[in-house]
């Protein structure tokens, strides 16, 4: 199965997911391989083992909202969103983009998503990342 990370916070910086969020037990390391050089959705977390240099498990980053990977939930998340929920695009299924973007957690992603992503982006509510279906 794919491994996610998520209910990290906007904007949180690789620095700060290393020292705030990962212990890692044992002789192993982790390789984070960011999104153009943004920590947000689609950033790769690969956990090795130091003494066989063994890939252990990949995590994959999602930010509910950040469909563009820069960690913020911004405009251009909504219109991607956007066109998603109107069908002129899509997310492909089981990726990190995909599950960002369905903050239901339904299935799809629809106007409900949407909605919530443009009640964030509008400022009318948050988008809490560990609940994304509810605003706050």
Not at 70 to 94: C, H, K, P, R, W
């Amino acid at each position: 199965g794919v491994n996610y990370i998520y209910g990290l916070e906007e904007g949180l910086s690789e620095q700060a997911f290393r020292n705030q969020f990962v212990l890692v037990g044992g002789d192993g390391r982790l390789q984070i391989t960011k999104v153009d050089g943004s920590f947000g959705t689609g950033t790769r977390v690969d956990l090795y083992d130091n003494v066989t240099n063994a890939l252990l498990k990949t995590y994959w980053v999602v930010i509910f909202g950040d469909v563009d990977g820069d960690g913020y939930v911004t405009a251009a998340d909504e219109n991607l969103i956007d066109a998603a929920a109107s069908y002129q695009s899509e997310f492909e299924y089981g990726t990190a983009a995909f599950y960002a973007a369905d903050i239901m957690q339904d299935g799809g992603v629809d106007a409900l998503d949407l909605n919530i992503v443009s009640a964030a982006t509008s400022y009318t509510g948050v988008l809490d990342q560990a609940n994304p279906g509810v605003i706050i």
